[in-house]
């Protein structure tokens, strides 16, 4: 059996439980879809892409979590393996659906900054991992 230190099992727990979430984003874009709820193209297109991504990076991040017991990495450099990419789960959705959201919008808002946050956590999470496991 797999034994998981405390900060890789609390973090597994939180991202199980906001993988609930995803659902209900998987809803609202239902009813975007099915025309209950007005949105242009842009939009749609947005928030497709905040769902796809939630719901891929928080795989994701599980799988890094767990990879991150196989190194040697501690302190902030664990914590970044551990929790990069499930950062990226939250703040890169984030980015698609915010910058997306108001009437009419065909073009994102000064919001997709957040985009570019939560690439930048992935992109450092999935690094630090990568070299902690070579290192290890």
Not at 23 to 39: C, D, E, R
Not at 113 to 130: D, E, H, K, P, S
């Amino acid at each position: 059996m797999l034994e998981l230190s405390s900060a890789a099992q609390t973090t597994a727990g939180v991202a199980i439980l906001a993988a609930i979430t995803v659902t209900s984003g998987g809803y609202f874009l239902v009813k975007v879809v099915i025309g209950k709820v007005p949105a242009t193209p842009f939009q749609t297109s947005f928030f497709r892409a905040g769902h796809a991504h939630a719901g891929v990076l928080i795989i994701l991040g599980l799988v890094c979590l767990l990879l991150t017991e196989a190194t040697t990495l501690t302190g902030g450099w664990a914590w970044l393996a551990r929790t990069g990419v499930l950062v990226a789960a939250i703040v890169m959705p984030a980015g698609f659906f915010f910058s997306a959201m108001g009437s009419g919008r065909d073009r994102p808002s000064p919001l997709i900054a957040l985009l570019v946050l939560g690439a930048a956590f992935l992109v450092v999470g999935l690094g630090t991992l990568g070299v902690g496991l070579l290192l290890a």
